[in-house]
């Protein structure tokens, strides 16, 4: 089809310019939910039922998918089966919580690469910019100890 053949020139340009210029490219391909309708017959009494299955689709189909080298996945909200609450706003080096909002809280997983194995790296959006979870936490707790030896005083 015309869409593929043009989806796969571009990744042939942009590896190219990426080869040349030592340069890594990054590319998004947004996911998109695809509703396959699943119709069952009942052999009693000759009726059909029709329900729907949902899955998270690449927006620019699998083509494209096989023309990357490496694919993370970033999660806003993350899947339920990734157990959000295991990493719930506490950090590795305390086991209190900390008042970063879950709004703030990502997740980026390396899904697919050459080199490396399957790997995730838990970060915040914050307004200095993309943090990682640790050292927001840390901070948090220093502005805390700071804030309570003020107190004392």
Same mark, same amino acid.
């Given at each position: @089809?015309?869409?593929?053949? =043009?989806? @796969?020139?571009?990744?042939?340009?942009?590896?190219?310019? $990426? /080869?040349?210029?030592?340069? $890594?490219?990054? =590319?998004?391909?947004?996911?998109? !939910?695809? +509703?396959?309708?699943?119709? !069952?017959?009942?052999?009693?009494?000759? #009726?059909?039922?029709?329900?729907?299955?949902?899955?998270?689709?690449? $927006?620019? &189909?699998?083509? %494209? @998918?096989?023309?990357?080298?490496?694919?993370?996945?970033? /999660? %806003?909200? %993350?899947?339920?089966?990734?157990?959000?609450?295991?990493?719930?706003?506490? @950090? #590795?080096?305390?086991?209190?919580?900390?008042?970063?909002?879950?709004?703030?809280?990502?997740?980026?997983?390396?899904?697919? #690469?050459?080199?490396?194995?399957? $790997?995730?790296?838990? +970060?915040?959006?914050?307004?200095? &910019?993309?943090?990682?979870?640790?050292?927001?936490?840390? &901070?948090?707790?220093?502005?805390?100890?700071?804030?309570?030896?003020?107190?004392?005083?």
């Amino acid at each position: @089809s015309t869409r593929s053949r =043009v989806l @796969s020139n571009l990744a042939q340009n942009l590896n190219q310019l $990426a /080869y040349e210029h030592n340069l $890594a490219v990054v =590319v998004i391909n947004h996911v998109t !939910t695809k +509703f396959d309708k699943i119709t !069952t017959h009942s052999v009693s009494n000759e #009726s059909s039922d029709t329900s729907s299955t949902r899955r998270l689709a690449p $927006a620019l &189909g699998d083509m %494209w @998918s096989h023309c990357i080298t490496n694919r993370v996945m970033l /999660y %806003w909200h %993350w899947p339920e089966d990734m157990n959000r609450s295991n990493v719930n706003m506490t @950090s #590795s080096h305390s086991s209190s919580s900390s008042h970063v909002g879950q709004d703030q809280v990502r997740k980026a997983s390396l899904v697919k #690469s050459p080199s490396m194995p399957p $790997a995730h790296a838990i +970060f915040a959006v914050t307004a200095k &910019g993309i943090r990682d979870i640790d050292e927001v936490l840390l &901070g948090e707790k220093k502005r805390k100890l700071e804030v309570s030896s003020l107190d004392r005083k």
